[in-house]
């Protein structure tokens, strides 16, 4: 590396800096899906402090007084072995203060969140594929209506251990949202919203297999779709590879501190993407 680096906050100003990274490394967001991480998150950036060039990005999302997540970490191939990756996520540790933190990572990237006092508490599997509507499910569902956003946000909250109101909020807005309700309570729900060329569905919140299957049938719309499914549901993986959505990568579900409690009958099923969980 010719010159040191500066790293420093960013904003949604910098979107074509974290757009280019991103596209370096083949994945699969739009500009309209890293603005939205940007808008909701606090994202840092390491710059060459010679040329001011972009050469790392990393966002975190604070999600309640105790816990946080961390996504799209980057950093451009000309400048790996150089230690940026572990400066930008010292500098997300230290803005986070005392929060536990969580994140999904691949088994490239794992040694490093090792280092920096990460553990494994659990797997994800990436299922997708083109799917076609097949699916009938007799579970009675229901289209979610701007009233009943309040007591997702909660049923989320117990289930996960997380305030990701302002996360389910902006999904809840751009996507397709459907719930089941048993004595007047919602027991479970699901999210489909436009990701990358297709859609990706999640969160997906249910009590049982069952339920998620009738929850994924509902909202689920044709072409290419995305879940990120936890590994413990296994059914739910059957389920998705008979619908042509096969399992891909497994990535490694990584805390700091000690993970949030979940309370409530609910389970996560899949995740609301690979930055939210």
């Not at 090792?114 to 569902?141: A, C, M, N, P, W």
């Not at 089941?180 to 479970?188: E, F, K, M, N, V």
Request: net charge negative.
């Amino acid at each position: 590396m010719s010159s040191p680096i500066d790293i420093e906050t960013a904003d949604v100003s910098y979107l074509p800096d974290f757009m280019a990274l991103v596209t370096e490394v083949g994945w699969p967001h739009t500009p309209e899906d890293v603005s939205s991480l940007l808008l909701l998150g606090r994202p840092w950036r390491a710059i060459d402090r010679e040329s001011r060039e972009t050469i790392g990005v990393a966002i975190w999302w604070p999600m309640g007084r105790g816990c946080g997540r961390v996504g799209l970490v980057i950093v451009s191939a000309k400048f790996q072995g150089y230690g940026i990756g572990r400066a930008m996520m010292q500098k997300v540790i230290e803005d986070a203060g005392t929060r536990t933190l969580m994140l999904l990572a691949t088994e490239e990237g794992k040694p490093l969140y090792d280092k920096l006092g990460f553990e494994s508490v659990g797997l994800t599997q990436r299922h997708q594929g083109h799917y076609s509507l097949s699916s009938t499910i007799e579970r009675k569902t229901h289209p979610a209506r701007l009233a009943d956003l309040s007591e997702i946000v909660a049923l989320d909250a117990r289930v996960t251990g997380f305030d990701r109101s302002s996360m389910i909020t902006h999904m809840f807005d751009t996507g397709k949202t459907n719930f089941l309700r048993a004595h007047d309570q919602i027991t479970g729900y699901a999210i489909a919203r436009p990701f990358g060329l297709g859609n990706v569905l999640g969160p997906l919140i249910a009590r049982n297999e069952d339920d998620a299957e009738a929850l994924f049938a509902a909202t689920a719309g044709p072409g290419i779709l995305r879940i990120d499914r936890l590994i413990e549901a296994e059914k739910l993986g059957q389920f998705l590879e008979a619908k042509n959505l096969p399992g891909h990568e497994v990535t490694h579900s990584m805390a700091r501190g000690s993970p949030p409690v979940c309370r409530g009958n609910g389970h996560i099923f899949t995740m609301a993407s690979h930055a939210w969980g």
